[in-house]
Each structure stands twice: as C-alpha cells, then as structure tokens.
T-cell receptor, first 111, second 111 residues
Framework: EDQVTQSPEALRLQEGESSSLNCSYTVSGLRGLFWYRQDPGKGPEFLFTLYSAGEEKEKERLKATLTKKESFLHITAPKPEDSATYLCAVQANTGFQKLVFGTGTRLLVSP | SQTIHQWPATLVQPVGSPLSLECTVEGTSNPNLYWYRQAAGRGLQLLFYSVGIGQISSEVPQNLSASRPQDRQFILSSKKLLLSDSGFYLC??????????FGSGTRLTVV
C-alpha cells in the first residue's frame, strides 16, 4: 500500500531562519510527488510536482528535492506569510493513480 | 482558465438530516473529479472519484454517496448525517489524472 509520512508535525521558525520539511514515501511505482500549501480553512494550493530522483524545483523561498525514498521542502529565509500547512502526496503509476497524502507539517514563522 | 467552485463554505447540520454538497468545474472538459475529506491529524482521505458522467467509484464504505449528473458537476450526498461525518470536505479535479486542483472546501459540522 502506498504511504506518505511527513515530519515534523509542526515547526516553529523565526523570520529568516531556514529549515527543511521531510516527506518519506513508499509507492509501487512513482508517477509523481506533489507538494501543496494549505492555509487554515482553505483548500490545498499546488506548489510543485517532482517526477524522478535527483529532480529539484524552486519557487521564491521554497525548493523541493526528490530521492528514491523521500522528498524535502527547503525554506530559505522564511517570512511570516510562509506560515501554513505543507502537504506532500504521491501518485503511483499503476492502478487508479490516486493521490495519497501525508498528514502535513504545520509551519509557523514568527516575525 | 480552469476554475473550481465548491459550496457552501460552512454548514452546520443536525444528526439525521440530509446533506448535499456541490462542486462545479469551469474551463475544462471531461475532468476526473474527486471528493476528499480532511480530519484533524489524519490527512486527506479520498472518498469518491469519477472519470465520467454517471461513473462513481467509492474508496471508503461510509454513510455518504456521490453523483455526477453532468460532465463538470460532482455532488456529495447523505440521507442521514452522523456525528462522525463532521469534517472538511474538498472537491478536486484533474485532467489526465496527473496532479489535482482543489476547491476551497466545505466545513461541515454535524451537531
């Protein structure tokens, strides 16, 4: 069964203090790994898709990387507006190919 | 551009009452449509998905049902709500099944 585990559950940073969020996964065959940002009371907002080990993608202060077992979301010099829950999901390349989500990392960036 | 509409944003319903949540997509044809539920600490759980009009697949046996009467309309229903049906319900769509775009969600509280 496909599984996604995210750590830490919650992370508190000072503005400008860089850190990384972890997403460990097991999947029968990876079609894609997805990162979403979710603000309280809102639907998840798409950030990145990674397809193969070694791939990296960047958007503003965020950088996502992928290995065969895990993905990292690096946050460089975060600002308070980066506070949100970050969700990781995997999609297998067999069967129905549904997105399987982790429980997320709640990030709080203090000024 | 493609947009997804989901309503209502919040709903408080008594136990035993019926439920109807609606989701519509604009700007695309023949999308795959999904209903997810998000409970605290459990991540997003896929409830139903549809690859076409009248085609519904259920992921988790429960008190809910789904219907797709039109290509871009997806409805989540219940005849009698239970307390355990409380949660944040999210509709999503995809084309070709790669990655999902989510709606803004409905917060359902069953009292």
């Amino acid at each position: 069964e496909d599984q996604v585990t995210q750590s830490p559950e919650a992370l508190r940073l000072q503005e400008g203090e860089s850190s990384s969020l972890n997403c460990s996964y097991t999947v029968s065959g990876l079609r894609g790994l997805f990162w979403y940002r979710q603000d309280p009371g809102k639907g998840p907002e798409f950030l990145f898709t990674l397809y193969s080990a070694g791939e990296e993608k960047e958007k503003e202060r965020l950088k996502a990387t992928l290995t065969k077992k895990e993905s990292f979301l690096h946050i460089t010099a975060p600002k308070p507006e980066d506070s949100a829950t970050y969700l990781c999901a995997v999609q297998a390349n067999t069967g129905f190919q549904k997105l399987v989500f982790g429980t997320g990392t709640r990030l709080l960036v203090s000024p | 551009s493609q947009t997804i509409h989901q309503w209502p944003a919040t709903l408080v319903q008594p136990v035993g009452s019926p439920l109807s949540l609606e989701c519509t997509v604009e700007g695309t044809s023949n999308p795959n449509l999904y209903w997810y539920r998000q409970a605290a600490g459990r991540g997003l759980q896929l409830l139903f998905y549809s690859v076409g009009i009248g085609q519904i697949s259920s992921e988790v046996p429960q008190n809910l049902s789904a219907s797709r009467p039109q290509d871009r309309q997806f409805i989540l229903s219940s005849k009698k709500l239970l307390l355990s049906d409380s949660g944040f319900y999210l509709c999503a769509w995809s084309v070709s099944g790669l990655g999902y775009t989510f709606g803004s969600g409905t917060r359902l509280t069953v009292v």
